[in-house]
T-cell receptor, first 113, second 115 residues
Framework: SAVISQKPSRDICQRGTSLTIQCQVD?????MFWYRQQPGQSLTLIAT?????????ESGFVIDKFPISRPNLTFSTLTVSNMSPEDSSIYLC??????????FGQGTRLTVV | DQQVKQNSPSLSVQEGRISILNCDYT??????FLWYKKYPAEGPTFLIS?????DKNEDGRFTVFLNKSAKHLSLHIVPSQPGDSAVYFC??????????????FGKGTHLIIQP
């Protein structure tokens, strides 16, 4: 298993600003993922972040809005840019340690006002 | 188009009885299925998984059944305990990646265990 720490756990932000969410893992992992859970919806994959390469974004998500960094095998950041109230969601970092189940951080609850 | 569907937003079960949570999927490329449990203000925690080469996997009080022809899986919890009250997410992965390809989630079922 992997222990994942996400920061911040929650934030209230003004529209038009940006927030960077950090994800720290206690072991080296190849694949990290960022998910979003909007109110009343399922978790939706935003992008896959692999160390040493550009993040791969799912349909409906773009790098300008959700830039991702993956500087090493234990750390990643997701930035929510130019926020609007529609970005209010829980954002979750996840890792997969090879052929195994994915593990999740505790999530970042973002409210945009 | 939702590829993983949990049609019951909530389920109420008496303590000690069996809880059955259902999940349907549409993508025939899915071949690995997982159940997660989520408490408020926490991330999902892995519960149990099943590969498409099996039709049943059991772990203590939790059993997952897979019916590939019907594209249906279910999670059985027996006996149900108060601590089982949580939101349960069904998730699926294609190409036998387990969690390694990113997961497709259902909307979740809120299980409430009544004393």
């Amino acid at each position: 298993s992997a222990v994942i720490s996400q920061k911040p756990s929650r934030d209230i932000c003004q529209r038009g600003t940006s927030l960077t969410i950090q994800c720290q893992v206690d072991s080296q992992v190849t694949m990290m993922f960022w998910y979003r859970q909007q109110p009343g919806q399922s978790l939706t994959l935003i992008a896959t972040a692999n160390q040493g390469s550009e993040a791969t974004y799912e349909s409906g998500f773009v790098i300008d809005k959700f830039p991702i960094s993956r500087p090493n095998l234990t750390f990643s950041t997701l930035t929510v840019s130019n926020m609007s109230p529609e970005d209010s969601s829980i954002y979750l970092c996840s890792v997969a340690t090879g052929w195994t189940e994915a593990f999740f951080g505790q999530g970042t609850r973002l409210t945009v006002v | 188009d939702q590829q993983v569907k949990q049609n019951s937003p909530s389920l109420s079960v008496q303590e000690g009885r069996i809880s059955i949570l259902n999940c349907d999927y549409t993508n025939s490329m899915f071949d690995y299925f997982l159940w997660y449990k989520k408490y408020p203000a926490e991330g999902p925690t892995f519960l149990i998984s099943i590969s498409s080469i099996k039709d049943k996997n059991e772990d203590g009080r939790f059993t997952v059944f897979l019916n590939k022809s019907a594209k249906h899986l279910s999670l059985h919890i027996v006996p149900s305990q108060p601590g089982d009250s949580a939101v349960y997410f069904c998730a699926a992965s294609a190409y036998s990646g387990g969690g390694a390809d990113g997961l497709t989630f259902g909307k979740g079922t809120h299980l409430i265990i009544q004393p």
